[in-house]
């Protein structure tokens, strides 16, 4: 099941055109090499170096209860990302921490930036398949990587989330 869910992120990850890297396991030739890479979405808490505005693209996020939330995340980053590292305030947002194990970063793209996006996989659409709210222009957050032609986008996140854990009874242990 693991190696199921690793291989269906390295091919959603590959499709979009996020790099996905792990500093703890290190990479052939050592940060260099990984910079020429590209974008990349390090799994280990490291220092970033700045960006420069050109690097950075400006995400406003619609909330629950109608809030603008506005951040920046640079070219490459997950919108899931984009929300972790500025502290965005979006309750139950990426539970499952962009495993596609859940559908909590379910957001409602606008129509222009919806037909630009890269190919849903099938993994996607079965996480898309328990959101509240599916609309024909829903998408999972963490499998959306940010590319310079998005900036200045508005997503909506829908009034409410389907997380399965609010249904766990956490008394004895059992699910509702």
């Known amino acids: 099941m693991a190696a199921t869910r690793t291989t269906a992120l390295l091919r959603a990850a590959a499709s979009s055109g ?4 792990s500093a703890s396991r290190g990479v052939r030739g050592g940060w ?3 910079a ?24 406003h996020f619609i909330n629950r209860d109608g809030d603008k939330l506005t951040a920046q995340g640079k070219v490459g980053d997950s919108l899931l990302d984009v929300v972790i590292d500025n502290n965005l305030d979006i309750d139950g947002f990426g539970a499952c921490e962009g495993t596609l194990a859940c559908s909590t970063c379910h957001l409602i793209f606008e129509d222009n930036i919806f037909k ?15 959101a509240y709210g599916l609309t024909d222009r829903s998408r999972l957050g963490c499998q959306i990587c940010l590319k310079k032609s998005m900036n200045n986008m508005t997503v909506r996140v829908p009034d409410a989330v389907a997380d399965a854990r609010q249904s766990m009874d956490m008394s004895n242990n059992s699910l509702k």
């Open 18 to 21: 996020c790099r996905l890297l």
């Open 32 to 34: 260099a090499a990984a």
């Open 36 to 59: 020429s890479l590209g974008p990349s979405r390090l799994f280990h808490a490291s220092a970033r170096a700045p960006l420069s505005s050109e690097d950075k693209v400006t995400v």
């Open 116 to 130: 630009n996006l890269d190919a849903i996989t099938d993994e996607e659409m079965d996480m898309l398949d328990l």
